[in-house]
């Protein structure tokens, strides 16, 4: 989305919950197309210190709305956006849980936060929409924009393994 906004007519600045570093791939990238990112990290996922700091940020640069992307955002991002009385936009991308991430008290709070007036939601595909629809309840609306994607080239198995290898340094896998 950040690649494809017209800049002249959308002022946008990436904050980030993590550091910004050498490590931060796609900070990097988002900061080579002239783009502002910055870094709002905190001792903990409820860290008032950084809420606070979210809402000075938010009132202090005049943003109009706040779109945020994965569970730590979502609950911020909407707690911050109520504070500031913001808009919340929250876009999500799974049709379930990834067990290996999944905490009960996070999950908890980012579904109230995905369930509060102020916030709306987008989903990438119908399927996502569907699976997602229940968390929220039936009377909140789930928007769907269809993840746009270019297609990928066909490339021989040869060629697919060792992109494979040069990603994953391994020679089997999904790619």
């Known amino acids: 989305l950040i690649h494809e906004l017209p800049h002249d007519q959308v002022e946008t600045v990436v ?9 931060a791939y796609y900070a990097g990238q988002i900061q080579d197309d002239g783009i502002e990112v910055i870094p709002m990290t905190g001792k903990g996922l409820l860290d008032p210190k950084r809420i606070k700091s979210l ?7 005049k943003i109009d709305l706040v779109h945020v ?3 730590y955002a979502n609950i ?6 109520r504070l500031a009385g913001l808009p919340v936009a929250a876009t999500l991308y799974s049709t379930g ?6 905490h009960p008290i996070r999950y908890y709070m980012e579904t109230l936060a995905l369930k509060s007036r102020q916030c709306n939601i ?4 119908y399927s ?12 909140k609306k789930i ?14 198995p040869l060629e697919r393994q060792k992109i494979r290898l040069s990603l994953t340094k391994r020679n089997e896998g999904t790619i």
């Open 97 to 102: 849980l990834d067990r290996r991430l999944y």
């Open 15 to 23: 904050v980030s919950l993590n550091h910004v570093n050498d490590r």
């Open 55 to 61: 809402v000075s940020f938010l009132r202090e640069r």
């Open 69 to 71: 992307h994965l569970s």
């Open 76 to 81: 911020l991002g909407m707690l911050a956006g």
């Open 143 to 156: 928007e769907v924009i269809p993840n746009a994607m270019s297609a990928l080239p066909d490339l021989a």
């Open 122 to 125: 987008v989903a990438v595909g």
């Open 128 to 139: 996502v929409a569907n699976a997602q629809q229940s968390r929220v309840g039936r009377r």
